[in-house]
């Protein structure tokens, strides 16, 4: 069975810092497309971020603009672990944090969360101001 189990979130002020974790087990996700999406109360579900695997160690990562210069994602294989450093967060990045992970490696439409097949329980990040 096909498990993501996120950890890390919190209460943070803004300015601060959190790193999430994302733990995979049932299978291997090395060579998956695996990402980090977000929901606000009342909102929609939210692309955060997401990591595919080129080829060897070579990986990519996507960032929505809210994101980009702030966080960073990245993967830890031997730990089936993927990571959302997530830092000078503002109130606005108070949401529940998801993980996702598809089947295969493409990237195709790599923002829509209804191309991810297995999700996280999500992990609430709340920052005050």
């Known amino acids: 069975q096909v498990q993501l189990v996120e950890s890390g979130g919190g209460l943070v002020q803004a300015g601060g810092s959190l790193r999430l974790s994302c733990a995979a087990s049932?299978?291997?996700?090395?060579?998956?497309?695996m990402g980090w999406f977000r929901q606000a109360p009342g909102k929609e579900r939210q692309f955060v971020a997401a990591i595919s695997w080129s080829s060897g160690t070579t990986y990519y990562a996507y960032y929505a603009d809210s994101a980009k210069g702030r966080f960073t994602i990245s993967k830890d294989n031997a730990k089936d672990t993927m990571y959302l450093q997530m830092n000078s967060l503002k109130p606005e990045d108070t949401a529940v944090y998801y993980c996702?992970?598809?089947?295969?490696?493409?990237?195709?439409?790599?923002?829509?969360?209804?191309?991810?097949?297995?999700w996280g329980q999500g992990t609430q990040v709340t920052v005050s101001s």
């Open positions: 049932g299978r291997t996700f090395s060579s998956a497309t």
């Open positions: 996702a992970a598809r089947n295969a490696r493409n990237i195709i439409a790599i923002m829509n969360p209804t191309l991810y097949d297995y």
